[in-house]
């Protein structure tokens, strides 16, 4: 199992990015992906989640609205839209493959994480 994040970058107060997950090694239907954060100084913590059936759970503030998971089964990535940035979202993104189908805001019960990728918003 391999999964490359990309999309990181910096961006300004109110802007958008979009993360990328490419995920090789199993299929999208078998296992939940979630996408995490850490913080400087704090723990990471979950962010949003596509289980194997499909179905979404948003965690942290990410409920309001702001964020926006998908996957695209054809491609085997899974995305995160988050748009309306804040200073407080920077963090380092990681994705990363549930031991089961379900979703989890709980990092232990993901297997596989890939290499995090830096989102910084500052103006």
């Known amino acids: 199992v391999q999964l490359q994040a990309s999309g990181g970058g910096l961006e300004q107060p109110g802007g958008s990015l979009k993360l990328s997950c490419a995920i090789s090694?199993?299929?999208?239907?078998?296992?939940?992906v979630g996408w995490f954060r850490q913080a400087p100084g704090k723990e990471r913590e979950g962010v949003a989640c596509?289980?194997?059936?499909?179905?979404?759970?948003y965690y942290a503030d990410s409920r309001k609205g702001r964020f926006t998971i998908s996957r695209d089964n054809g491609e085997n990535t899974v995305s995160l839209l988050m748009n309306n940035l804040k200073p407080e979202d920077t963090a380092v993104y990681y994705c990363?493959?549930?031991?089961?189908?379900?979703?989890?805001?709980?990092?232990?019960?993901?297997?596989?994480w890939g290499r995090g990728t830096q989102v910084t918003v500052s103006s």
């Open positions: 990363g493959v549930g031991k089961y189908r379900y979703c989890s805001r709980h990092d232990d019960e993901y297997s596989h």
């Open positions: 090694g199993f299929s999208l239907d078998d296992y939940a």
């Open positions: 596509v289980g194997g059936s499909g179905v979404s759970a």
